[in-house]
DNA sequence: CCTTGACTTAGAGTCGACTCCAAGTTATAG
DNA sequence: CTATAACTTGGAGTCGACTCTAAGTCAAGG
């Protein structure tokens, strides 16, 4: 059988739309653990570390702080979850968190179609994401869970064009 | 017939998850337009601006740079969207990006499961974004065209082994 | 009158996430 | 043998987005 095939830097960097010294950076800060180096000391990256890669490129897509991105790595290649409870409640909170951003986004969306196709929807309300860590939360308390009312944007007014997507969630 | 309410900015922030400072950053850097002002100076709020700031807030959970935001600002109250087709058009392509972003997203969200079920699976790829022209345009009158998979995935908490979602979008 | 609290401003400071730089090593090509 | 290219390192610099500070105004309460 073959060997695995290996890349450099630069053709990880390619791949996964990371830059060389943003992979490097990442090493430093240890959210990537220490890459193999060849006799030179150049790194080198296998398919899966370019697979680790490609996701830490998904999340921080997504807005996602790096020191947040760290339980997602620490998930063992292959091992049982079950071994590791804390961290699957950590993940799972995460994805939660994941869900809920998602759901914002859709929202984001529908405001978009809305005011493109001038439709007349009400209550868009609610991107809440709500999490104590969170994104630079702020002051006393929490945020709000208060019903502020239907967002009457009549903004674009063009005919409707009939026929909508489902549009909304939960 | 009763004025219209107001806020201060203390409400206004706690009312959006925004802090007061935030706040008036974003006026400070034109962000927001300037609030008016009382004749003590103090800055006055109508469900209108909430609005506006709810959706920055909306918008900064998905990671998105405040100058990217400003074009979603821009939006006159009630104006014809025909009447601006540059706008129109980058907020279109705005809304693919987010759209290709909870693509992103799911894919993440299905990485965990995955990886919490301890299924086997390989290739998780593609949360590609930068799709510019590529799919962008048989949205113009097709809001959803796309299947970004229902947000029917309660995997954790329910059972759940059934319906895989179908995981890779596009 | 004095204090408290909610606001105002300009501007300084912080922090996360890069991004760039200089100096050095090694490999290949002319 | 030298030049170019692809890497290495540590560290400095940048930039976006806040976040905080200081100094001041104003209104109400004791």
Redesign the interface.
């Known amino acids: 059988m073959m060997a695995e095939q290996t890349f450099t830097i630069k053709q990880t960097a390619e791949q996964t739309g990371i830059s060389e010294d943003t992979i490097r950076y990442y090493e430093k800060i240890a959210l990537l653990p220490r890459a193999d180096r060849k006799d030179n000391g150049h790194r080198i990256y296998r398919q899966e570390d370019i697979?680790t890669i490609?996701?830490l490129?998904?999340?921080k897509?997504?807005?996602?702080p790096l020191e947040e991105m760290r339980p997602?790595l620490a998930?063992p290649a292959d091992a049982?979850?079950?071994e590791y409870p804390e961290l699957?409640e950590h993940?799972?909170s995460?994805?939660e968190k994941?869900?809920s951003?998602?759901?914002?986004?859709?929202?984001?969306?529908d405001?978009?179609?809305m005011?493109?196709?001038?439709e007349r929807y009400y209550h868009y309300?609610d991107?809440s994401?709500e999490s104590q860590d969170g994104?630079s939360?702020?002051?006393t308390g929490e945020?709000?869970p208060?019903p502020?009312?239907p967002?009457e944007?009549?903004?674009?007014?063009?005919s409707a064009?009939t026929g909508?997507?489902?549009?909304s969630?939960?």
Request: glycine share 4%; proline share 5%.
């Open positions: 697979n490609w996701l490129s998904c999340l897509k997504t807005g996602m997602f998930i049982d979850p079950g699957v993940i799972r995460h994805r994941i869900v951003q998602i759901a914002s986004l859709q929202q984001v969306v405001f978009i179609d005011k493109l196709e001038g309300r991107c994401d994104v939360e702020d002051m945020p709000n208060k502020v009312s967002l944007m009549s903004y674009f007014s063009v064009k909508k997507s489902p549009a969630l939960r």
